[in-house]
C-alpha cells in the first residue's frame, strides 16, 4: 500500500512543480471538484505531459470529456506516460482511432433503456443511469458516449430534474427488486440529492435492495464521508460496487473510505476492467485482488474490455483474459477471483475455461496447476439415480 501524502511533495529535477495543498483541503473533496485539472497547463503541475498526450488531449477536446481529481494525479508517475494510473486518465492517441468491429453501444444500453434513466434488461433489476457526470472521465469507460462524448450522452435537457417517471416505471414493474444506481457516477450528486433519489427508491415497497457502483473510493476517496455512509444507512439494504483497475489505487485514503463504508453495514464490492497494457498480466492482477482482501473489498466481476468506440485500444484477447484467470483460480484465495465476463446485449456472460467436461465415462476434472483426473459415471451419473 501507497501512502498519498496529506500534502503532495514537490519534486525536483525535471519532474514538475506539484502543488503543496494544505491537509484540510487535500482532505475535502468539494476542492478536489473545483480544482480539476481540465487544461494541458494544469495538468503540466503534476505530470510531464508527452507530445502524444497532448496531441491526443487536444484531439479529443470537443468529443470526450476530460477532467482528472488532483487526487488521483497525484498517483500518477510524472515522468511515465505508460504509468497505469496516468493511461485511464490521461487522453492517449488510440481513442481517436475507428477499430473494426467498434460501437458505440455495444451491450445494447440504449436497445433495453425503458425511461428516460432506467435500463431494464434481465427480469428481476434495472440500472439507473442517474448521471453522466463523473469526478475523473476514465479513458475506458464501456459508457463512454454517455460519460464522456460531450454531444451523445441520453439526457435530454428538459427531463434533467425529475426522476418521477424513472420511479413511476419501477413502482409499476414489481418484478424488479434490485435496483442499480449507476451512470455516470450516482456520488457526483450532493448528498441531498442522493438522499431524494435513494428514499424514492426505498418508498417502493417491491425494490429489496439499493446497489451503488461508484469510482470514488479510487478517483477521490474523500468523498465517501462520515455523513454520506450514514445517510445511506438510513436506506438498507445498500451495497456498493466499486472499481480498482490497478494495485496503484490502493492507497491510505481509498482504504480508509472502504472502511468507512463498512463500518456504517455497506458491503464493498469490486469490477475490475481488463486493459491493456494496465493490468493484463498475472502478476499485477494476482497483486490487485490480493491487495482488495487487505481493505476487505471483495472481488466480483473481471469485465472483458468491450470494443466500445474510443475503447478499442485498451482491448484484449479473450484468450488474455483466460490466462489470467488460470493464475488466480486456485492460486489466491477463493473469494479473491473475480468472475471474468463479457458485457453483451443478451446480458453478462461468463467466459472463464471450464476446469471439467462431461465425458462417457464420468468427469474429467482439471486443477489450477494443470493436473487432471477423471471422476467415474458410478460417482457422477448423468442422470438421476434411484435410492438402492
Ligand atoms: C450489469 C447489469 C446489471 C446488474 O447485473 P449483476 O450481474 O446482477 O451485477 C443490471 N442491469 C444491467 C443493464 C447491467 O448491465
Ligand atoms: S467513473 Fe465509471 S462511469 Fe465514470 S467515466 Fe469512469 S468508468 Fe465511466
Given at each position: 500500500m501507497s501512502a498519498t501524502p496529506g500534502e503532495p511533495e514537490p519534486t525536483s529535477g525535471s519532474a514538475p512543480f506539484r502543488p503543496r495543498v494544505p491537509a484540510a483541503e487535500w482532505d475535502d473533496w468539494r476542492w478536489h471538484m473545483r480544482k480539476r485539472i481540465t487544461s494541458v497547463a494544469k495538468a503540466r503541475q503534476w505530470i510531464n505531459l508527452s507530445p502524444e498526450e497532448e496531441k491526443a488531449i487536444a484531439g479529443s477536446a470537443g468529443k470526450y470529456r476530460w477532467s482528472i481529481t488532483p487526487y488521483y494525479a497525484s498517483l500518477m508517475d510524472p515522468d511515465d506516460p505508460s504509468c497505469p494510473v496516468r493511461q485511464q486518465a490521461v487522453p492517449a492517441p488510440g481513442e481517436l482511432v475507428e477499430f473494426p468491429g467498434?460501437?458505440?453501444?455495444p451491450v445494447g444500453d440504449t436497445y433495453y433503456r425503458r425511461t428516460n434513466r432506467v435500463v431494464h434488461k434481465y427480469p428481476d433489476r434495472v440500472i439507473m443511469l442517474v448521471t453522466e457526470a463523473c469526478p475523473v472521465y476514465c479513458r475506458h469507460c464501456t459508457r463512454k458516449f454517455h460519460t464522456t462524448d460531450v454531444h451523445g450522452t441520453y439526457f435530454r435537457d428538459d427531463e434533467g430534474g425529475s426522476f418521477d417517471e424513472d420511479l413511476r416505471y419501477i413502482a409499476e414493474h414489481p418484478e424488479i427488486r434490485d435496483v442499480l444506481l449507476t451512470g455516470g457516477d450516482p456520488l457526483s450528486y450532493r448528498d441531498g440529492k442522493l438522499e431524494e433519489i435513494v428514499s424514492g427508491l426505498r418508498a417502493i415497497p417491491s425494490v429489496e435492495v439499493v446497489r451503488i457502483g461508484s469510482r470514488f473510493p479510487v478517483l477521490l476517496p474523500q468523498r465517501i464521508t462520515e455523513d454520506l455512509c450514514e445517510m445511506l444507512s438510513r436506506y438498507h439494504p445498500v451495497w456498493l460496487n466499486t472499481h480498482f483497475n490497478h494495485p496503484k489505487e490502493i492507497t491510505a485514503e481509498s482504504a480508509a473510505a472502504v472502511d468507512r463504508l463498512l463500518r456504517h453495514g455497506i458491503p464493498v464490492g469490486n469490477q475490475t476492467v481488463l486493459l491493456r497494457g494496465i493490468n493484463d498480466d498475472v502478476t499485477t492482477m494476482r497483486t490487485l485482488m490480493t491487495e482488495l482482501l487487505r481493505i476487505r473489498v471483495r472481488p466480483y466481476y473481471l469485465y472483458h474490455c468491450d470494443n466500445v468506440t474510443g475503447v478499442s485500444h485498451f482491448m484484449t484477447s479473450v484468450e488474455k483474459g483466460w490466462e489470467i484467470m488460470e493464475g488466480l483460480q486456485g492460486h489466491i484465495t477463493g473469494f479473491a477471483v473475480p468472475q471474468y465476463v463479457l458485457t453483451t446485449r443478451i446480458g453478462k456472460v461468463p467466459l472463464a475455461r471450464p476446469y471439467f467436461a462431461r465425458t462417457a465415462d464420468g468427469l474429467r476434472l482439471r486443477n489450477h496447476q494443470g493436473q487432471e483426473m477423471t471422476v467415474d459415471a458410478t460417482a457422477y451419473p448423468i442422470t438421476e439415480p434411484d435410492a438402492p
Amino acid at each position: 500500500m501507497s501512502a498519498t501524502p496529506g500534502e503532495p511533495e514537490p519534486t525536483s529535477g525535471s519532474a514538475p512543480f506539484r502543488p503543496r495543498v494544505p491537509a484540510a483541503e487535500w482532505d475535502d473533496w468539494r476542492w478536489h471538484m473545483r480544482k480539476r485539472i481540465t487544461s494541458v497547463a494544469k495538468a503540466r503541475q503534476w505530470i510531464n505531459l508527452s507530445p502524444e498526450e497532448e496531441k491526443a488531449i487536444a484531439g479529443s477536446a470537443g468529443k470526450y470529456r476530460w477532467s482528472i481529481t488532483p487526487y488521483y494525479a497525484s498517483l500518477m508517475d510524472p515522468d511515465d506516460p505508460s504509468c497505469p494510473v496516468r493511461q485511464q486518465a490521461v487522453p492517449a492517441p488510440g481513442e481517436l482511432v475507428e477499430f473494426p468491429g467498434a460501437e458505440v453501444d455495444p451491450v445494447g444500453d440504449t436497445y433495453y433503456r425503458r425511461t428516460n434513466r432506467v435500463v431494464h434488461k434481465y427480469p428481476d433489476r434495472v440500472i439507473m443511469l442517474v448521471t453522466e457526470a463523473c469526478p475523473v472521465y476514465c479513458r475506458h469507460c464501456t459508457r463512454k458516449f454517455h460519460t464522456t462524448d460531450v454531444h451523445g450522452t441520453y439526457f435530454r435537457d428538459d427531463e434533467g430534474g425529475s426522476f418521477d417517471e424513472d420511479l413511476r416505471y419501477i413502482a409499476e414493474h414489481p418484478e424488479i427488486r434490485d435496483v442499480l444506481l449507476t451512470g455516470g457516477d450516482p456520488l457526483s450528486y450532493r448528498d441531498g440529492k442522493l438522499e431524494e433519489i435513494v428514499s424514492g427508491l426505498r418508498a417502493i415497497p417491491s425494490v429489496e435492495v439499493v446497489r451503488i457502483g461508484s469510482r470514488f473510493p479510487v478517483l477521490l476517496p474523500q468523498r465517501i464521508t462520515e455523513d454520506l455512509c450514514e445517510m445511506l444507512s438510513r436506506y438498507h439494504p445498500v451495497w456498493l460496487n466499486t472499481h480498482f483497475n490497478h494495485p496503484k489505487e490502493i492507497t491510505a485514503e481509498s482504504a480508509a473510505a472502504v472502511d468507512r463504508l463498512l463500518r456504517h453495514g455497506i458491503p464493498v464490492g469490486n469490477q475490475t476492467v481488463l486493459l491493456r497494457g494496465i493490468n493484463d498480466d498475472v502478476t499485477t492482477m494476482r497483486t490487485l485482488m490480493t491487495e482488495l482482501l487487505r481493505i476487505r473489498v471483495r472481488p466480483y466481476y473481471l469485465y472483458h474490455c468491450d470494443n466500445v468506440t474510443g475503447v478499442s485500444h485498451f482491448m484484449t484477447s479473450v484468450e488474455k483474459g483466460w490466462e489470467i484467470m488460470e493464475g488466480l483460480q486456485g492460486h489466491i484465495t477463493g473469494f479473491a477471483v473475480p468472475q471474468y465476463v463479457l458485457t453483451t446485449r443478451i446480458g453478462k456472460v461468463p467466459l472463464a475455461r471450464p476446469y471439467f467436461a462431461r465425458t462417457a465415462d464420468g468427469l474429467r476434472l482439471r486443477n489450477h496447476q494443470g493436473q487432471e483426473m477423471t471422476v467415474d459415471a458410478t460417482a457422477y451419473p448423468i442422470t438421476e439415480p434411484d435410492a438402492p
